[in-house]
């Protein structure tokens, strides 16, 4: 992956506060990969993240990460800049990384959004939960989730603003590169992945 410098005039700033789950809009995408925690655990801590993540469909991919806060995109308050294909960036910073009995989780906020599409975003949430599945398996949920913009369009709509999103994007576009990133997570984990 690619390092890059952020954009002139960049100003890095602390993440928005992180509402409550049900505020947000949501959509959950779960794969079962044969293979063991400890050995699925390993892959996504040592392989880069521009490999696991799909580069199918209409979406932008990341071209490459700046280094905000910490060494490595791996501990709480870690924080990077992506680059992306269109040419835009986002941040993300990671809020929990823990390894309780058969899981571990791994939640991160993504913010900064500078392509127009995302203009009505205040924030994404991403949270993976991974789980001992017994006989050799994990199971990987992966939750997204956005909060909008209230002052701008859909998101002062009310209720409506999350059916609007969920119609428009998350149960479209965003379900697919959820798909897609989780299979590829798959074919890696289990060594399918060239």
């Known amino acids: 992956m690619t390092a890059l410098q952020p954009p002139p005039g960049f100003i890095d700033t602390p993440h928005p506060p992180v509402a409550e789950p049900g505020r947000l809009v949501s959509r959950v995408e779960e794969i079962a990969i044969n293979r063991p925690l400890a050995e699925v655990i390993a892959q996504t801590e040592t392989v880069a993240l521009a490999d696991w993540i799909d580069r199918s469909g209409a979406l932008p991919y990341l071209t490459g990460t700046h280094m905000l806060a910490g060494d490595r995109f791996d501990a709480p308050a870690s924080r990077h800049m992506v680059f992306l294909t269109d040419g835009t960036t986002v ?19 993504v913010w900064n959004y500078v392509t127009a599409a995302a ?4 924030y994404g949430l991403g949270d993976f939960e991974y789980a001992d599945a017994g006989e050799g398996r994990t199971y990987v949920r992966w939750t997204y989730s956005f909060e909008l913009r209230r002052y701008r369009f859909p998101g002062f709509l009310g209720p409506l603003e999350g059916w609007l999103l969920k119609a428009t994007f998350l ?4 379900a697919a590169r959820m798909r897609g990133s989780l299979a590829r997570t798959k074919a890696i984990a289990e060594g399918r992945a060239a």
């Open 91 to 109: 941040v993300e910073q990671v809020l929990e990384t823990s390894r309780a009995g058969a899981g571990y989780r791994f939640r991160y906020v």
């Open 171 to 174: 149960n479209g576009p965003y």
């Open 119 to 122: 203009r009505p975003l205040l």
